[in-house]
């Protein structure tokens, strides 16, 4: 079992950045392929970006491409989304996943509770 907690979410104003972080309570953390994802009001949850194992290999969504940055660090159990030149369709409530395994992958097994950004304009 593991156990997602999100920080770091908030109001800012378009152009401005925030780093969400994840901490993981996964004992083999490195073994697991990282993501994150994010749910606007009436959406489905979409997918953002994701992480392999030891970070060599990042995916992202054509809509963030350029702006998010996704990293892990093993060591603290945790991985980041570092956002810059936030824009108003940014706002949503932001989830962390984890999936076992060394792949990069879009289903995930294990969700966080999530956290706000919500982004003015």
């Known amino acids: 079992q593991v156990q997602l907690v999100e920080s770091g979410g908030g109001l800012v104003q378009a152009g401005d950045s925030l780093r969400l972080s994840c901490a993981a309570s996964?004992?083999?953390?490195?073994?697991?392929?990282m993501g994150w994802f994010r749910q606007a009001p009436g959406n489905e949850r979409d997918f953002v970006a994701a992480?392999?194992?030891?970070?060599?290999?990042?995916y992202y969504a054509d809509s963030v491409k350029g702006r998010f940055t996704i990293s892990r660090d093993n060591a603290k159990n945790t991985v980041y989304l570092q956002m810059n030149s936030l824009k108003p369709e940014d706002t949503a409530v932001y989830y962390c996943?984890?999936?076992?395994?060394?792949?990069?992958?879009?289903?995930?097994?294990?969700w966080g509770q999530g956290t706000q950004v919500t982004v003015s304009s």
């Open positions: 996943a984890a999936q076992w395994g060394l792949e990069f992958t879009t289903t995930y097994d294990y």
């Open positions: 996964a004992r083999t953390f490195s073994m697991y392929t």
């Open positions: 992480i392999t194992w030891n970070g060599g290999n990042t």
